[in-house]
């Protein structure tokens, strides 16, 4: 080809031609939202990469695990009985208060809290977009993962699936600034929104009025109101408190309990159903069973929260 | 495109792409260069009838579904920044490695400016100098890029 001599459309015309098609597919994505079931395609189409892109930190992840002492293990294995001697202590509490509770509830008249079903996800990759905070993970379609599924780490509620591919999906995280969370006040219930910041370590919180009780170093779980996240799971530790009395509300941050810069393995809850969500990928020992205590049977509505359960 | 070797061009285009989405610790991911977009402003620069305007729209395209950004949004910076160097693809050619890198800064700069203005217009984002970061990077690593490509279209005799 002889690059003198230009055939084709000028730069200009293609110019144009794409940024009409961009500006095009902006609004339908943006606007209008009628690319959610594409997405699921597209995401499945650009798994691949993902997982290929991933690779080289498990390599990593992979070598540091296996090169290590015999005297590191033994020591992390003696860790594990103690806390595993200490946990299953707690459990054996939590399962008649679980019965005792069931029993309240009916007597309340007031819905079962059903079982979280919970499946353990690994992060493929992190987004290096600055603008939008959101995570990639192992888990997808195939998997039973839905739109809108609660995502957890350890210490707390990091997200929730924002779209499906096949074999992977992607959570927008908490700290997005598109995103909000409904929370309470741990210690005496007062509902708050937790609003994303965009900064990785930083949650706002919109229209608290004066006369609001929250201080530093509250803790705020979830509500359960909005139906998205499961209720009572903690999200975020109230940072700052500034009273101005010029200002219409006082301004509160927080900051959130999950690691969120650390992020390894996640927990998706969803809320127990008759079929298994993790039959497959069972080679790779993952998947959690669930909790295997017996509640009573499940009277009449089966949502888990209800607004009467805010005025506990 | 796949006639005269092309595969390579692809495949120096796809391995970009993973670049672009390799887990980095956090310190280091802000000043990740912007692999995709000093690719092909090479192969603009180099092969202008094959890799062009067209190409880097779908590129960008195929950034937006990686980073999940909205649609459209990193093809029409990515279309925007390359129709500067379809344009003048000639002149660019004739200067020098140092000269060449620093319109790499300008170009990269360009970039991520539109990303952050159509993202300003979209959702509430608020400027941070550390969005500017991978500038500094893409034109160090310029120079370097552009001997390894000029070396792999050589070997592999791309036209």
């Not at chain 1, 990091?158 to 700290?175: A, E, K, N, P």
């Given at each position: 080809m002889n690059p003198i001599f230009k055939h084709g459309p000028s730069p200009q015309h293609r110019l144009i031609l794409v940024l009409f098609c961009s500006g095009l597919l902006i609004f339908f994505d943006h606007k209008m939202a009628s690319f959610e079931s594409v997405r699921g395609y597209l995401q499945s189409l650009v798994s691949p990469l993902q997982y290929i892109a991933n690779t080289p930190k498990q390599m990593m992840t992979w070598a540091s695990e296996n090169i290590i002492t015999r005297q590191e293990l033994m020591a992390e294995n003696q860790q594990y009985r103690l806390n595993e001697l200490s946990f299953s202590e707690q459990g054996m509490q939590l399962e008649i208060f679980k019965q005792e509770n069931a029993r309240l509830r009916a007597l309340l008249a007031s819905p079962l809290r059903t079982n979280m079903q919970k499946m353990v996800a690994e992060i493929l990759s992190v987004d290096s977009d600055p603008y939008s905070h959101q995570v990639v993970i192992n888990r997808g379609a195939t998997d039973g993962v839905f739109e809108g599924q609660a995502v957890l780490d350890a210490q707390g509620i990091v997200g929730q699936i924002l779209h499906v591919g096949q074999t992977s999906s992607r959570v927008i995280l908490i700290t997005d600034i598109s995103h909000a969370v409904p929370v309470r006040v741990k210690r005496n219930g007062l509902r708050l929104q937790a609003s994303g910041s965009g900064r990785i370590d930083r949650l706002t919180h919109n229209f608290v009025s004066h006369s609001a009780d929250i201080k530093i170093g509250d803790l705020l779980v979830s509500s359960g109101l909005g139906e998205k996240y499961p209720e009572g799971y903690p999200v975020a530790t109230v940072l700052s408190v500034s009273q101005d009395d010029s200002r219409e509300f006082v301004q509160v941050y927080s900051t959130p309990t999950a690691q969120i810069d650390r992020l390894r393995y996640l927990l998706l809850l969803s809320e127990q159903k008759?079929?298994?969500?993790?039959?497959?990928?069972?080679?790779?020992?993952?998947?959690l069973k669930k909790s295997k205590s017996k509640t009573l049977a499940p009277v009449g509505a089966n949502n888990a929260q209800s607004v009467k359960e805010e005025a506990q | 495109m796949f006639a005269h070797n092309g595969i390579i061009v692809i495949l120096t285009l796809v391995i970009a792409l993973m670049a672009t989405i390799m887990p980095l610790p956090l310190s280091v991911d802000a000043f990740r260069p912007d692999w995709v977009l000093i690719i092909l402003i090479y192969w603009t620069m180099a092969l202008p009838s094959r890799v062009n305007i067209i190409t880097a729209w779908m590129m960008g395209l195929l950034l937006d579904v990686l980073l999940g950004s909205v649609l459209g949004l990193h093809a029409a910076a990515m279309a925007i920044a390359i129709y500067i160097v379809a344009e003048n693809f000639q002149k660019i050619r004739n200067f020098s490695l140092w000269q060449q890198a620093f319109i790499t800064g300008v170009l990269s700069a360009l970039y991520h400016l539109v990303v952050f203005w159509s993202q300003r217009f979209l959702i509430d984002v608020t400027f941070l100098s550390s969005y500017l970061y991978p500038v500094i990077t893409s034109v160090i690593l310029w120079p370097w890029m552009f001997l390894l490509l000029r070396k792999v279209r050589r070997h592999f005799s791309i036209a």
């Amino acid at each position: 080809m002889n690059p003198i001599f230009k055939h084709g459309p000028s730069p200009q015309h293609r110019l144009i031609l794409v940024l009409f098609c961009s500006g095009l597919l902006i609004f339908f994505d943006h606007k209008m939202a009628s690319f959610e079931s594409v997405r699921g395609y597209l995401q499945s189409l650009v798994s691949p990469l993902q997982y290929i892109a991933n690779t080289p930190k498990q390599m990593m992840t992979w070598a540091s695990e296996n090169i290590i002492t015999r005297q590191e293990l033994m020591a992390e294995n003696q860790q594990y009985r103690l806390n595993e001697l200490s946990f299953s202590e707690q459990g054996m509490q939590l399962e008649i208060f679980k019965q005792e509770n069931a029993r309240l509830r009916a007597l309340l008249a007031s819905p079962l809290r059903t079982n979280m079903q919970k499946m353990v996800a690994e992060i493929l990759s992190v987004d290096s977009d600055p603008y939008s905070h959101q995570v990639v993970i192992n888990r997808g379609a195939t998997d039973g993962v839905f739109e809108g599924q609660a995502v957890l780490d350890a210490q707390g509620i990091v997200g929730q699936i924002l779209h499906v591919g096949q074999t992977s999906s992607r959570v927008i995280l908490i700290t997005d600034i598109s995103h909000a969370v409904p929370v309470r006040v741990k210690r005496n219930g007062l509902r708050l929104q937790a609003s994303g910041s965009g900064r990785i370590d930083r949650l706002t919180h919109n229209f608290v009025s004066h006369s609001a009780d929250i201080k530093i170093g509250d803790l705020l779980v979830s509500s359960g109101l909005g139906e998205k996240y499961p209720e009572g799971y903690p999200v975020a530790t109230v940072l700052s408190v500034s009273q101005d009395d010029s200002r219409e509300f006082v301004q509160v941050y927080s900051t959130p309990t999950a690691q969120i810069d650390r992020l390894r393995y996640l927990l998706l809850l969803s809320e127990q159903k008759e079929h298994s969500i993790f039959a497959p990928k069972s080679s790779q020992n993952t998947s959690l069973k669930k909790s295997k205590s017996k509640t009573l049977a499940p009277v009449g509505a089966n949502n888990a929260q209800s607004v009467k359960e805010e005025a506990q | 495109m796949f006639a005269h070797n092309g595969i390579i061009v692809i495949l120096t285009l796809v391995i970009a792409l993973m670049a672009t989405i390799m887990p980095l610790p956090l310190s280091v991911d802000a000043f990740r260069p912007d692999w995709v977009l000093i690719i092909l402003i090479y192969w603009t620069m180099a092969l202008p009838s094959r890799v062009n305007i067209i190409t880097a729209w779908m590129m960008g395209l195929l950034l937006d579904v990686l980073l999940g950004s909205v649609l459209g949004l990193h093809a029409a910076a990515m279309a925007i920044a390359i129709y500067i160097v379809a344009e003048n693809f000639q002149k660019i050619r004739n200067f020098s490695l140092w000269q060449q890198a620093f319109i790499t800064g300008v170009l990269s700069a360009l970039y991520h400016l539109v990303v952050f203005w159509s993202q300003r217009f979209l959702i509430d984002v608020t400027f941070l100098s550390s969005y500017l970061y991978p500038v500094i990077t893409s034109v160090i690593l310029w120079p370097w890029m552009f001997l390894l490509l000029r070396k792999v279209r050589r070997h592999f005799s791309i036209a």
